[in-house]
């Protein structure tokens, strides 16, 4: 088992920059590939970045490609979205997941945080 808890949500100015943070506690942090998906309101919860186990792999949405980074720091249990340019089309609710196999579902899901940005 492992929870997650992201936080570093909150409303920008369109151009600007947040980074998110989802913290992991439980089992080993680094038996677990991360990833972090958003959900806008009306729509369905949409891939946006992840990461292997290792870091080495990463993978992010086409729409966010040169914008947003993912990065994990597996000593803090850490996984981060750095999050450039934003556009109004990027609010949404932020969630980071969990597997433990790299190439099936995501177990373990945070309670996601708001990200506003404004025109």
């Known amino acids: 088992q492992v929870q997650l808890v992201e936080s570093g949500g909150g409303l920008v100015q369109a151009g600007g920059s947040l980074r998110l943070s989802c913290a992991a506690s439980?089992?080993?942090?680094?038996?677990?590939?991360v990833g972090w998906f958003r959900q806008a309101p009306g729509k369905e919860r949409e891939f946006v970045a992840s990461?292997?186990?290792?870091?080495?792999?990463?993978s992010a949405a086409d729409s966010v490609k040169g914008r947003f980074t993912i990065s994990r720091d597996n000593a803090k249990n850490t996984v981060y979205l750095q999050m450039n340019s934003l556009q109004p089309e990027d609010t949404a609710v932020y969630y980071c997941?969990?597997?433990?196999?790299?190439?099936?579902?995501?177990?373990?899901w945070g309670q996601g945080t708001q990200v506003t940005v404004s025109s």
């Open positions: 997941a969990a597997r433990s196999d790299s190439f099936g579902s995501y177990e373990y």
């Open positions: 439980g089992r080993t942090f680094t038996a677990y590939a």
């Open positions: 990461m292997s186990r290792s870091g080495i792999v990463t």
